[in-house]
């Protein structure tokens, strides 16, 4: 009877340990593959890089405890501090305008809960990130780490100056509504480089647009409307 119940004992533990594993590494991937075949490939977005990072990234991760239920809704969710992570269409979106990839360089104002650093990190491209409120860019950059995307550069700091130290960017793009879009921002772009940016009040719909350096000249075309959280200035 012994002889029996031990091996039948020591096959149960190791498929309790073998499905717990398994269910580690689901990480809600069923999720993450409808999200994009509903919400952003049925929106038109084809980019296959934007695609394949929409789709590996674990977003739950970023969003607080409380908001993990909803991670992979169609919408924003609140990310404390009055922030919001931006709807996954969204954020694949932008994604896909500025055409991230290996041996770019990117830089992005507003980290907030670090999502889109990390969807552009997962690209292949070099990332840097600033966030003006203090909490969130440490709480970004801990998830940012947890996640395997540490290598993306963060700072505190206000964004309108951008990072001198490290530019010019390919590209640079902005997740917070500006009435206007700052200067330091176009001096720190490539030639030929691109800036996706949403201008306007913060009390109204704002217009996403897309910036593109030529020179000394700035040429930028209307997108869509958006919503944005306002973009901060340092007191
Ligand atoms: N990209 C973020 C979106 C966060 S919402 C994400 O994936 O979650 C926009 C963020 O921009 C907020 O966290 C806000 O604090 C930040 N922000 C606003 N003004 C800023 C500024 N001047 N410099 C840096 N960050 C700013």
Redesign the pocket.
């Known amino acids: 009877m012994q002889r029996c119940l031990l091996p039948c004992i020591a096959c149960f533990v190791l498929l309790l340990m073998l499905s717990t594993a398994s269910l580690a590494r689901d990480d809600r991937v069923r999720e993450r593959q409808s999200m994009v075949s509903e919400q952003i490939v049925a929106r038109g977005v084809r980019d296959t890089a934007t695609l394949a990072a929409m789709r590996a990234v674990p977003r739950h991760r970023?969003v607080p405890l409380a908001q993990s239920l909803f991670a992979y809704d169609d919408r924003p969710l609140p990310?404390g501090?009055g922030?919001?992570?931006?709807q996954p269409f969204i954020?694949a979106y932008m994604t896909e305008i500025i055409e991230p990839g290996p041996g770019k360089k990117i830089l992005?104002?507003?980290?907030?809960?670090?999502?889109?650093?990390a969807i552009l990190a997962a690209t292949g491209a070099v990332v840097y990130s600033?966030?003006?409120?203090p909490e969130?860019a440490e709480s970004?950059a801990k998830a940012l780490e947890e996640t395997g995307y540490g290598e993306v550069h963060t700072k505190t700091?206000?964004?309108?100056h951008g990072w001198p130290e490290h530019a010019p960017y390919d590209a640079i793009i902005v997740?917070?509504a500006s009435e206007f879009i700052p200067p330091p921002l176009i001096a720190q772009l490539k030639d030929a480089g691109l800036m996706v940016i949403p201008v306007g009040s913060p009390f109204f719909v704002q217009t996403l647009m897309l910036v593109q350096k030529r020179g000394d000249q700035t040429t930028s075309a209307n997108l869509m409307p958006v919503r944005?959280?306002?973009?901060?200035?340092?007191e």
């Open positions: 970023f990310i501090y922030q919001t992570i931006s954020v992005e104002i507003g980290t907030g809960s670090g999502y889109q650093a600033i966030e003006i409120i969130l970004s700091a206000d964004g309108y997740t917070a944005f959280v306002p973009f901060r200035r340092a």
